[in-house]
């Protein structure tokens, strides 16, 4: 994992004049600053499962949430408003760059720039403090008596900064990952420029400005990630032409699901697509990845174009960033889920990412399409055969290979290093809770609706009609056929007469 840098620089004058009148001075100078910089798959990669220490759970509060509420934004509770604020923007800056414009997310230049970095301003705070010196003090310790009391009111601030900041940008990175040119490092900071009256007495106010940055390009850093097919999206004119080939690939994958008429086949058609239009990455590891990578294995475009036995071959983030797309664009409720996962055929833990997927009202499951397109030795073709659904809509005590659990596979996690910063702890809601199995549509309910209902009946006489097959088979014939109606019928009045007794 990358080292955190973080350094106090305090800048001052070394005048020595010595305040020895009741006249009132004033002088402006530097205080301190920071800079941190970090890499959203470091803080995945090196994350632990939750426990009540890490993580104050509310989930005695037992309330009734639907899928919108399950966002990493949504999640925490005591992330400061002008965090909560700045995802906003950062949400509509990439918005206006897929609608076809530019903003300071896809062209740092419509940002503020200041000591060699073009930056977004997250917040800014002008406070006074008094501080006191010893008559007679120097400038310099005069300066020094100020700086220390600016300093004690300013390194909570940071230490919050620093604490919800990197959170803040895995929230907006993780909830958005359709703003595909954006790379997984981040960097942020702060300044504090003080302002200082004092008299010879021995007493003085200091009024500092402090903000917080969120970096955008300095001259080895950059939000924007690169290497895509020969295309730099450190330009934003790239960037503009990326988007229309985006919604192209994306749409091509909707226009197949979209023939579906229920949930489940809607991400089955969404994941063997994934599954059979891609292969691993072989040429990334943990330790070693070439530099003409750039972020692409990483970033859904790689897994939406489909890609194989190249350098632009998705990673699991790729394949399960993707996902989330798909499953944004229909509607369907989609988080990304990342830390380490036991394989239970390697017998060994790895860094990784899958979704969580809500297939109804009340169900929430798990989905890898990573691990359901397995790298077969001596296969690069895109379809290798060895494609499955094994880890397709799973449950939490669903059963794996060698009598693993899902839940015990894959627990759930979160990002270390950052929440115990000084004595911050975030507050956050529970994850969705996953359904105890495997899910499957029960087919006299292929709406999802837990009951059958005359829409049911209604989806499945059209199924027959157009000689569909994206709805369960009720009488396993293995085709859907009036037989299928007609039990369907049958399931559906004996409900009607159930509800009326």
């Known amino acids: 994992m990358r080292k955190l840098h973080f350094a106090f620089g305090i800048l001052l004058c070394g005048a020595s004049l010595t305040a020895t009148s009741q006249e009132v001075f004033t002088e402006e100078f530097e205080g301190p600053s920071t800079t941190i910089r970090g890499d959203l798959r470091d803080l995945m990669r090196t994350s632990k499962p939750a426990s009540p220490l890490r993580v104050r759970q509310q989930a005695e509060e037992e309330e ?23 995802i906003n923007s950062y949400v509509e800056a990439g918005q206006a760059v897929l609608d076809g ?17 073009y930056f977004f301003l997250v917040n800014e705070e002008i406070e006074t403090v008094d501080f006191t010196f010893e008559p007679g003090s ?35 990175n993780y909830d958005h990952p359709e703003f595909f040119w954006i790379g997984n490092s981040f960097m942020f900071g702060t300044s504090t420029s003080i302002s200082m009256r004092y008299n010879a007495t021995g007493t003085g106010t200091a009024t500092y400005t402090m903000k917080a940055k969120f970096i955008l390009r300095t001259n080895d850093f950059d939000i924007r990630s690169n290497g895509y097919n020969n295309y730099d ?47 691993y990455n072989r040429y990334f590891n943990a330790n070693t990845t070439p530099a003409d990578l750039g972020n692409m294995p990483w970033c859904p475009m790689s897994a939406l174009e489909g890609n194989s036995n190249n ?50 009202d009340s169900t929430w499951c798990a989905l890898d399409a990573t691990w359901d ?5 001596g296969v690069n073709s ?44 975030w507050e956050t809601t529970p994850w969705p809770t996953l359904s105890a199995e495997r899910w499957r549509p029960d087919p006299y309910d292929p709406n999802g609706d837990a009951v059958t209902d ?31 109606l007609v039990r369907m019928i049958i399931r559906y009045n004996s409900e009607s007469n159930k509800t009326e007794e």
Request: with cysteine.
């Open 101 to 117: 414009g530019t903003s300071w997310l896809s062209d740092p230049k419509e940002a503020e720039y200041e000591s060699n970095a």
């Open 311 to 360: 350098l632009q071959s998705p990673v699991c983030e790729g394949y399960a960033r993707a996902m989330k797309v798909l499953c944004d664009a229909m509607d369907i409720p989609c988080i990304l889920m990342g830390g380490n996962a036991f394989d239970p055929v390697r017998l060994q833990m790895e860094a990784h990412m899958w979704n969580y997927i809500q297939v109804n």
């Open 233 to 279: 999206f450190r330009q934003p004119k790239n960037i503009l032409a990326a988007v229309e080939r985006f919604y192209a690939a994306r749409d091509n994958i909707l226009k197949l699901c979209q023939k579906k008429r229920t949930t489940y086949y809607k991400l089955l058609a969404a994941h063997d697509w994934l599954t059979l239009h891609n292969c």
């Open 373 to 377: 397109d397995p790298v077969v030795a």
């Open 64 to 86: 009734e949430t639907t899928g919108e509420a399950y966002t990493y934004q949504a999640r925490i509770t005591n992330m400061p408003k002008f965090l909560h604020a700045f």
């Open 454 to 484: 005359k829409q049911d009946i209604q989806l499945m006489a059209k199924t027959i009609v157009n000689n569909g097959e994206d709805i369960e088979d009720v009488d396993g014939n293995g085709r859907i056929s009036v037989g299928d």
């Open 138 to 172: 120097t400038s310099d310790a005069i300066k020094k008596a100020a700086q220390k009391a600016v300093q004690k009111e300013t390194t909570p601030k940071a230490d919050t900064l620093s604490s919800f900041l990197p959170y803040a940008f895995l929230c907006a």
């Open 382 to 425: 895109a379809v290798s055969g060895h494609e499955s659904h094994e880890w397709f809509l799973l449950g939490s005590n669903s059963q794996l290979s060698g009598g693993t659990s899902f839940i015990d596979s894959h627990p759930e996690q979160w990002p270390s290093g950052y929440e115990n910063k000084g004595t911050i702890i």
